[in-house]
């Protein structure tokens, strides 16, 4: 399935509803939706994002979940049952992440306390290192655990999926998403 330029474009500024249920454990922080993602209603849908094959490879789903269409509802369901929600910190689509202001990341650290606040996963894994040293001002923060907690939750810093981190694998997406996950209490 593909999208033309303009389908794509039509869907600037919109946004995605967070993926969050009951007991979430761990809550993937996006930065921000891109247009594909918006155009499926489907959080790291582009096919070239590396998110769900990764959540594979590191155990924390035991299926091929295939985004590119929009995760199916029993999808959506499997995830929230294996205790995992995913939300951003600005909700507007761009074409890409770095089309947001700095102001919209600052204003995207207040969303986010608000969703940790309101859900109380054990692990937040911020999914975008440049984002959140500008969104919570924090211009040394180091990929991994960090030292001080979220809103009561344990925050991990981890590299962004999407194709455009040259600097990140699949496995290696894998090993700091299943470190997470292992702090989260998702896989053992």
Excluded: C
Excluded at 144 to 151: C, D, L, T
């Amino acid at each position: 399935m593909g999208f033309t330029r303009a389908e794509l474009e039509s869907y600037r500024n919109r946004t995605v509803p967070d993926l969050i249920g009951p007991g979430v454990l761990l809550l993937f922080v996006g930065i921000n939706p891109g247009l594909w993602t918006a155009v499926t209603q489907t959080h790291f849908a582009h096919p070239g994002n590396r998110f769900y094959p990764a959540l594979r490879l590191a155990g924390i789903v035991d299926r091929d979940l295939d985004r590119s269409a929009g995760l199916t509802d029993d999808d959506r369901r499997y995830l929230i049952s294996r205790g995992v929600g995913i939300t951003n910190l600005v909700p507007r689509a761009t074409a890409r992440a770095d089309e947001l202001t700095p102001e919209e990341l600052r204003a995207g650290r207040q969303r986010l306390l608000d969703v940790i606040t309101e859900h109380r996963p054990r692990v937040v894994a911020v999914a975008g290192l440049s984002a959140y040293r500008i969104a919570f001002g924090r211009a040394k923060a180091r990929a991994g655990q960090q030292p001080e907690p979220i809103a009561g939750a344990e925050l991990w810093l981890v590299p962004n999926p999407s194709g455009l981190n040259a600097h990140a694998t699949t496995a290696s997406l894998a090993a700091d998403y299943a470190a997470a996950a292992r702090a989260a209490g998702v896989i053992g």
